[in-house]
């Protein structure tokens, strides 16, 4: 089998995903896979990691999102390990990538990750970015039309308990989610830089959201 170079290797990874992705939802395509791993590259800048394991799993952390395979968290790892072994890379590399893919999503429920590595750390961070700020917000409202849910519905709370399966199965309103979930992010950054931007994007979160209530209202 013929080596690639490690930039060839990005290369041949990043139309992969390209292909794989052309048909995916909005907040979990080609883009946000772009934007992810454009993030990760920057937080690297400032971490001592090996920045081709960061690529790889920043490109294929969400090969085959569970939410989109009846929740089955086996495809993306599969799909990324058959991928991989077609580059002619090593197996200590491959199986580093493998654990960030099904260790890099929130799950919700306060689950304790079981797998740590500092390329981990950046590729999360990099993933977290892209659900806070504008796009984080946009993403979020994309992904609840996706799934015909209600705006907002001032009778039904955040619940902040949801244990993981309960978290996955939710079909509540999405204003929830930014309380499930996306305001919790900021102070779950892994990385110095990771958590500079985050705080940026969280405070335009909280102003949007001041600003969906009060439009809400009839106040504005």
């Given at each position: 089998?013929?080596?690639?170079?490690?930039?060839?290797?990005?290369k041949?990874?990043?139309?992969?995903?390209?292909n794989?992705?052309?048909?995916?939802?909005?907040?979990?395509?080609?883009?946000?896979i772009e934007?992810?791993?454009?993030n990760?590259?920057?937080?690297?800048?400032?971490?001592?990691?090996?920045?081709?394991?960061?690529?790889?799993?920043a490109?294929?952390?969400d090969?085959?999102?569970?939410?989109?395979?009846?929740?089955?968290?086996?495809?993306?790892?599969?799909?990324?390990?058959?991928?991989?072994?077609?580059?002619?890379?090593?197996?200590?590399i491959?199986?580093?990538?493998i654990?960030?893919?099904?260790?890099?999503?929130?799950?919700?429920?306060?689950?304790?990750?079981?797998?740590h590595?500092?390329?981990?750390?950046?590729v999360?961070d990099?993933?977290?970015?892209d659900a806070?700020g504008?796009?984080?917000?946009?993403r979020?409202?994309?992904?609840?039309g996706?799934k015909?849910?209600?705006?907002?519905?001032?009778?039904?709370?955040?619940?902040?308990?949801?244990t993981?399966?309960?978290y996955?199965?939710?079909?509540?309103?999405?204003?929830?989610?930014?309380?499930?979930?996306l305001?919790?992010?900021?102070?779950?950054?892994?990385?110095?830089t990771?958590?500079k931007i985050a705080?940026?994007?969280?405070?335009?979160?909280?102003t949007?959201?001041?600003?969906?209530y009060?439009?809400?209202?009839?106040?504005k």
């Amino acid at each position: 089998m013929a080596s690639f170079s490690s930039e060839e290797i990005i290369k041949n990874t990043i139309a992969f995903v390209k292909n794989e992705l052309q048909n995916a939802e909005g907040g979990h395509d080609w883009f946000h896979i772009e934007r992810v791993y454009k993030n990760a590259l920057l937080i690297s800048e400032s971490e001592k990691v090996d920045r081709t394991i960061v690529s790889l799993g920043a490109l294929l952390h969400d090969i085959a999102d569970s939410k989109f395979h009846n929740d089955d968290e086996t495809i993306g790892p599969k799909k990324a390990r058959q991928f991989l072994k077609t580059q002619n890379i090593s197996e200590e590399i491959i199986a580093h990538v493998i654990k960030i893919i099904e260790n890099v999503s929130y799950k919700g429920g306060n689950q304790t990750q079981k797998f740590h590595s500092k390329e981990l750390e950046v590729v999360q961070d990099a993933d977290r970015l892209d659900a806070l700020g504008a796009i984080g917000i946009a993403r979020t409202f994309n992904y609840g039309g996706f799934k015909n849910r209600k705006l907002y519905d001032p009778e039904i709370k955040p619940n902040l308990h949801m244990t993981p399966s309960e978290y996955k199965a939710s079909d509540a309103p999405t204003i929830n989610h930014f309380y499930e979930k996306l305001l919790l992010l900021k102070n779950r950054m892994n990385t110095e830089t990771g958590r500079k931007i985050a705080e940026e994007r969280h405070a335009f979160m909280e102003t949007f959201l001041k600003q969906f209530y009060a439009e809400w209202e009839g106040e504005k």
